[in-house]
């Protein structure tokens, strides 16, 4: 994936992230069919786990867990595309959503968060025990975007005994220093584009949630709010502990941790990613050994497009399933 060269007739960072999630191939033939599992929460509340398996289901095959990014779900360009590199490969992909993203509201006031790693743990363990009963070989994590984040701050956060659970993990196009992303993706053609595209479904979830929980926020400043400092600071800072903005992205950033990982990780972003700027990306000086860094010229927010016009998604889940699989011990 280092060497990854957009298609010619896809230029630029912008391109190179909009049309691959709008327009490219996800999978060649029909869409990945998935099986969905209902897992209770240690707070009484669900995560719903969308499965994508081949077929017969007695085979021995690694399980990939995939963390979704911002408002994703297994419906997402990257998933779908995993998916079927996932048929193609011999590796089962499971996506746990984070909380309302599946489709339903959840029972607690709590959402999710960039640094969610007890929910990852929470999630990461109950795979384990999937794979360990199913006598499976092992147990693979990647994350996009947001969920690498949080994927690569458990990874740091738990050390050495991350190496008992999985693996090996990796991140996909993630903001990894969520200060300097935050405030990348409030300005210019960012903020008029991305953060409208979230905010337009982040806005009505945090409002079915203030139905649910009368008080949790003050409406009339989230529905104010032009950007995603600006919702953070509403909604998801003090909903998950934080003091506001500022204090989550710093807090929640998986950078500052990274020189703890201690199992084989991955961490992919393309240098002309609109999100992320250049001087935020992980150096080799800010990481462990156990740490790789993919850093293509081309590629956007999880782009990666490949082949003739419209083009398709093959290559970065090859690339990243490959270098996932060779973990398996």
């Known amino acids: 994936m280092t060497d990854y060269s957009a298609p010619s007739w896809l230029l630029g960072g912008h391109l190179q992230t909009i049309w691959p999630a709008r327009w490219s191939r996800r999978f060649e033939t029909t869409a990945p ?62 996506v746990p959503h984070f909380r309302g993203c599946s489709g339903t509201l959840n029972l607690a006031p709590r959402a999710y968060h960039s640094g969610d790693h007890e929910e990852v743990d929470h999630l990461l363990r109950k795979f384990k025990g999937i794979v360990d009963a199913q006598s499976r070989p092992g147990l693979l994590a990647a994350g996009v975007s947001l969920g690498g984040n949080a994927l690569m701050r458990w990874a740091g956060e738990h050390g050495q005994s991350a190496q008992k659970v999985v693996n090996a993990v990796a991140s996909i196009c993630s903001p990894l220093d969520l200060t300097a992303s935050g405030h990348a993706i409030g300005q210019g053609f960012n903020r008029q584009v991305y953060t409208r595209m979230f905010l337009r479904s982040m806005k009505p979830k945090a409002m079915a949630k203030l139905k649910q929980f009368p008080g949790l926020f003050d409406a009339n400043k989230l529905l104010a709010a032009q950007d995603l400092y600006e919702f953070d600071d509403v909604f998801t800072a003090p909903l998950h502990g934080f003091k506001n903005t500022d204090d989550y992205w710093l807090r929640a950033s998986a950078l500052q941790y990274m020189g703890q990982i201690a199992l084989p990780a991955l961490a992919l972003n393309a240098m002309n990613d609109p999100f992320i700027p250049l001087d935020s990306l992980p150096t080799l000086q800010k990481v462990s050994a156990h740490v790789t860094l993919w850093q293509p010229d081309e590629g956007g927010h999880v782009g990666f497009a490949s082949g003739s016009w419209p083009g398709h998604l093959k290559a970065m889940p090859e690339a990243v399933g490959q270098w996932l699989l060779q973990h398996i011990h």
Do not use: M
């Open 33 to 94: 069919q998935w099986r969905r599992e209902r897992w209770t929460t240690p707070d009484d509340d669900f995560v719903d786990v969308d499965f994508c398996e081949a077929t017969p289901s007695h085979l021995k095959r690694p399980l990939l867990a995939l963390f979704h990014g911002l408002e994703g779900s297994s419906g997402s360009h990257y998933s779908q595309a995993f998916a079927e590199w996932g048929l193609q490969n011999g590796c089962d992909i499971a």
